[in-house]
């Protein structure tokens, strides 16, 4: 189990961090229709339709990422205080009852819906440029994937910790600024002391 929960953190972190990147074409694009639009007075007619597509995929490429990290949002000021075992009963029954059945709809109507936006082409409808986003209705469907990967590993997660009281934590790879400060912080007075 635990080579499956290492392949499906990686995977997803790879897709979140790949996706990421659009952040900074999102930046530049609404920084270049900023420019454009009030210096210039001539703005585009695909910025805005552009930026959406670019945040929705970040959203959606980003959630078996966030998973993957413990990073959703959830009400656990009781939860916290259970033993791990006691919290991965809960978890499993949650991933089974709610998690599971919700994914497998999103990728289910996703397919359904970016098949037949890829028929016919779609466009936007909220610009004159005609954007194209039958591409970014595919990205439900692959979102919808990687999160049913995840949650498997979640669940795989959940095994481990009801047989040993403990939970297999993934790989820290991001870490808040405060908190690395305050790391160097402590080595620099650790240094000084010494």
């Known amino acids: 189990m635990i080579p499956f929960i290492r392949f499906a953190d990686n995977l997803s972190a790879w897709f979140g961090k790949a996706f990421a990147w659009l952040i900074l074409l999102m930046s530049l694009g609404t920084g270049y229709e900023v420019f454009v639009r009030y210096v210039l007075n001539d703005p585009t007619a695909w910025a805005l339709d552009v930026s959406f597509i670019m945040y929705g995929t970040l959203f959606m490429m ?58 016919y082409g779609e466009v936007s409808v909220n610009s004159p440029a005609g954007v194209p986003i039958y591409q970014f209705k595919a990205v439900i469907v692959a979102a919808g994937i990687l999160l049913f990967i995840q949650g498997m590993a979640q669940v795989c997660r959940c095994i481990i910790a009801m047989r040993n ?27 000084h002391i010494t």
Do not use: C
Not at 78 to 90: G, V
């Open 62 to 119: 980003g959630g078996a990422y966030t998973l993957s990290r413990g990073g959703h949002v959830r009400g656990d000021f009781l939860y916290r205080l259970l033993q791990p075992r006691t919290q991965a009963k809960i978890d499993i029954v949650l991933y089974l009852v709610f998690f599971f059945p919700g994914v497998t709809a999103l990728v289910l109507s996703g397919w359904k819906y970016a098949a037949r936006s890829w028929q």
């Open 165 to 191: 009281n403990y939970w297999i934590e993934a790989y820290e790879d991001v870490f808040e600024t405060e908190d690395l400060l305050m790391r160097e912080a402590n080595k620099a007075e650790k240094d």
